[in-house]
């Protein structure tokens, strides 16, 4: 089915529907705005590699654009978006991470990881302290 020749008329419903995307970013509405039914989208997906080809490109399309209004909105007012927006694009320097040395064994073994992923237990053991343990109930 890979090398199915589109038709004329499923042709043109794709390109209404990848217009109505790129301006929308979402997918059922982008259907409804064309007069296409929703359910064709995982049809075309399935049965046609160039329609699943040209949604990811039209859906980068549609996020390259939200990056654009943030990046303005960013310089032009909004402190916190403009942490994210670092946090974003230079990780290394503005994002949240943590960094555990193990020195027991020949090789150096490092983790990195969002601090804001670990519960309150796995931060006692990264920084040295005994964890609670649970009381055993009978």
């Known amino acids: 089915m890979a090398n199915n020749k589109i038709p004329q008329e499923t042709k043109e419903q794709m390109m209404r529907v990848l217009?109505?995307?790129v301006n929308l970013g979402v997918i059922g509405r982008a259907f409804d705005?064309?007069?296409?039914?929703?359910?064709y989208h995982k049809k075309w997906i399935d049965q046609y590699p160039i329609y699943k080809k040209r949604f990811e490109e039209v859906?980068?399309?549609f996020v390259d654009g939200l990056e654009m209004i943030a990046i303005q909105r960013a310089k032009e007012r909004s402190d916190s978006l403009l942490t994210l927006m670092l946090k974003a694009h230079r990780r290394e320097v503005y994002g949240d991470k943590s960094e555990v040395e193990h020195k027991g064994l020949?090789?150096?073994?490092?983790?990195?990881?969002?601090e804001s992923m670990l519960n309150e237990e796995?931060?006692?053991l990264l920084?040295?302290?005994?964890?609670?343990e649970e009381s055993e109930e009978v």
Do not use: D
């Not at 705005?33 to 929703?38: C, E, F, I, K, L």
């Not at 020949?106 to 969002?114: D, G, R, T, Y």
């Open 19 to 21: 217009r109505e995307f």
């Open 33 to 39: 705005n064309a007069g296409v039914p929703r359910s």
């Open 59 to 61: 859906k980068e399309m």
């Open 106 to 114: 020949k090789n150096q073994i490092q983790l990195v990881f969002a």
């Open 122 to 124: 796995e931060k006692k």
């Open 127 to 132: 920084s040295g302290q005994q964890p609670v």
